[in-house]
């Protein structure tokens, strides 16, 4: 019998420590709480009478990477998108067109709270303290014109990490109708690699460092890992003594650098995504960033840091759809919409912030990134000179809706 208990008690750890969740979703689930640790959230759960409608499903987990097998379908027409966390898009409008006809899906999801060790945290804004990346839980989102869920399994998963850090361009937006590339990049990655998105809108380079991001980061940081760094919208507007594209810019990028080297990481630099403003001929886009992305190019040239071209790429792209076309790829809505007249010029919405992170993976793919092979197999090459034609891309929004500009321009 003591040999028993003794086999007992080392089996119960390390069947805890495995992170292992599976869960029947034709069965009924509680409502999340503390004490279940999982179930519904966000949203009210699904119903005998709305049995198809979107609905968020979270899970108390650890940090880290985990592993998301889903079994979609098993309902005639049925449409679903899959999201986590904060509106990272994984796999979009997965359909069955049978009774008992399903798809299942593979992906690997990185979740992550502020805490950093016992006596130090991100210093995460007033506003991010409602997002669903900042949290102790994994969350699964699941949407569509008739989202089908049969089953969830969740691991524990030991897969590369490409770390995310810049600004608003680059945040797990949480809110529609904004969007930024770093929530829409996940789509093309298979489970063999997660993404971990740091990023947060009104935030320079030093000020992601000073509120501890890059600390969170270096926490988990290991050889095959790699950061992505874009600043450069906020920067341009510090103007205490050494500011610049010149100076404290640079030396911001050097810290990465040094940083995430020193863990046996790659570095990659992104220069600014530009901004919509046309010049008066209503064709050409003028520089809003000044030297910023010269002096970005100048530490990589310094450093032999690799670098993906987002502000000629995303030139290119505003350029090609043109004056008045260019405004479907951001946030500019009527206020019948969301409420208010919105004219956002910066901020991406869902099909701008789709086509730049195809920009980015893209310049992985010129850059011959060894990452590049964990692609999807769906994926197509992507020219900004040809971009997707908005009116026939499909996004199913989430019920979260804001219409309060975010941080940062």
């Known amino acids: 019998m003591r040999n028993f208990l003794q086999l007992l008690f080392t089996l119960v750890p390390l069947a805890m420590s495995a992170q292992t969740f599976d ?6 689930q509680p409502v999340y709480s ?13 119903t005998k009478k709305a049995p198809q409608e979107p609905f ?29 966390e904060g509106r990272r898009l994984l796999m979009d409008n997965i359909t069955t067109g049978k009774a008992k006809e399903t798809v299942e899906v593979d992906f690997t999801v990185n979740k992550r709270s502020p805490q950093i060790d016992e006596k130090t945290r991100v210093k995460i804004k007033e506003r991010e ?14 949407n569509g014109s008739m989202p089908a869920v049969k089953s969830i399994h969740i691991e524990k998963a030991d897969v590369p990490t490409i770390y995310l850090c810049g600004n608003s361009t680059v945040v797990d937006q949480n ?11 996940t789509r093309w990655f298979g489970p063999e690699v997660a993404i971990s998105n740091h990023a947060e809108s009104g935030l320079t380079a030093r000020t992601f460092i000073a509120s501890q991001r890059l600390a969170k980061i ?34 911001q990028l050097k ?18 995504t530009q901004r919509r403003a046309f010049n008066d001929d209503r064709q050409t886009l003028r520089n809003t960033h000044g030297d910023f992305p010269a002096a970005m190019k100048m530490v990589a040239e310094k450093e032999n840091v690799p670098v993906i071209d987002l502000n000629q790429m995303t030139k290119t792209f505003f350029e090609t759809l043109g004056f008045e076309d260019s405004k479907r790829a951001l946030v500019h809505y009527p206020a019948e919409v969301y409420g208010r007249k919105m004219e956002d010029n910066t901020h991406f919405n869902p099909y701008g912030a789709y086509e730049v992170a195809k920009c980015v993976v893209m310049g992985m793919k010129q850059l011959q990134l060894p ?13 900004p000179a040809h971009p997707d034609d908005w009116k026939t891309f499909k996004w199913a929004p989430s019920r979260i809706v804001d219409n309060i500009k975010p941080d940062g321009n």
Request: aromatic letters at 18%.
């Open 23 to 28: 869960f029947d979703m034709t069965q009924q």
């Open 34 to 46: 503390e004490q279940t640790g999982y179930g519904y959230d966000v949203l009210p759960a699904p």
């Open 56 to 84: 968020y499903f979270s899970v108390k987990v650890p940090d880290g990477n985990y592993r998301v097998k889903v079994v979609l379908g098993g309902k005639k027409n049925s449409n679903t998108t899959v999201r986590a």
């Open 129 to 142: 303290k409602d997002y669903l990346a900042w949290d102790d839980k994994l969350t699964l989102e699941f």
């Open 175 to 185: 809110y529609e109708p904004w969007a930024s590339w770093g929530q829409m990049i």
């Open 218 to 251: 270096l926490t988990t940081l290991k050889k095959g890992d790699y950061v992505f760094v874009e600043f450069g919208h906020n920067d341009e507007k510090e103007k205490k003594p050494g500011d610049g594209a010149w100076y404290h810019y640079q030396y």
């Open 255 to 272: 810290i990465f650098v040094d940083q995430v080297r020193a863990k046996g990481a790659d570095i990659v630099f992104c220069t600014p």
């Open 371 to 383: 990452i590049v092979k964990y692609l999807r197999s769906d994926w197509q090459d992507f020219d």
